[in-house]
């Protein structure tokens, strides 16, 4: 099994709603990512988690939040969005994070906030 | 942090070699890769460089010069599914990879 599922595959939600996003892999990699893409630019960083532990937070508000409930897991927790929250979240996976050489992505979550 | 350069656009007539250049400044650089992503799709990943030299895989060469701190993906017999955007990236010992800003290669028959 390669693949880095995501689920749901599009989320449409209000500025006052909660919703979660989550992301599996069963690739046995310890290193796992958020990643946020615009439409016609780059996927930005947004969190690594290596060994299930938060490694890198690039400076997300805080009404992003990760969980990593165990190595084969990642969520995103949204509260609060603004429009401006509005695009595609990737998830992705690596066997390690000090040497990311190949990132798995997933299919990503189009996410629309109203 | 860390900057990358790319062509915006490139296009290409099918069955045709297109060279995607790579510029980059970074602290702690690891390796560069590149990824391609399709109109609605997720980046796949194509190819890495560690060390200077050229990794070749099936029709996608990546060539990388750690002392220039620049790389290409090489593309050969280009086919029209070939159309999309392609992304290089740096990789840090930090663990972080930093995109480009991509280039779009077109293919014309």
């Known amino acids: 099994d390669t693949e880095v599922t995501q689920t749901p595959k599009h989320l449409v939600m209000g500025m006052t709603n909660k919703k979660s996003l989550k992301c599996e892999q069963h690739?046995?990699?310890?290193?796992m990512y958020w990643y946020k893409q615009k439409a016609k630019k780059p996927p930005e960083l947004m969190f690594v988690?290596?060994?299930?532990?938060?490694?890198i937070n690039e400076s997300v508000p805080s009404r992003f939040s990760p969980e990593c409930p165990n190595s084969s897991l990642l969520n995103l927790h949204l509260h609060a969005l603004q429009p401006e929250d509005s695009a595609l979240y990737l998830c992705?996976?690596?066997?390690?994070?000090?040497?990311?050489?190949?990132?798995?992505f997933g299919s990503g979550t189009q996410l629309s906030v109203l | 942090g860390q900057s990358l350069e790319q062509p915006s656009e490139v296009t290409a007539v099918e069955g045709a070699i297109v060279q995607i250049n790579c510029t980059y400044q970074t602290s702690g650089f690891y390796g560069l890769s590149w990824y391609q992503q399709h109109d609605g799709g997720a980046p796949t990943f194509l190819s890495y460089n560690a060390l200077d030299g050229l990794e070749e895989t099936g029709r996608f060469s990546s060539f990388l010069s750690r002392s220039d701190s620049y790389g290409y993906l090489l593309l050969q017999e280009l086919q029209m599914k070939d159309s999309a955007s392609y992304f290089c990236?740096?990789?840090?010992?930090?663990?972080?990879?930093?995109f480009g800003d991509g280039t779009t290669l077109t293919v014309k028959p």
């Open positions: 988690y290596s060994y299930e532990k938060l490694s």
């Open positions: 990236a740096v990789t840090t010992n930090a663990g972080k990879s930093t």
């Open positions: 690739m046995g990699h310890r290193a």
């Open positions: 992705a996976s690596s066997q390690v994070s000090a040497t990311n050489e190949k990132l798995f």
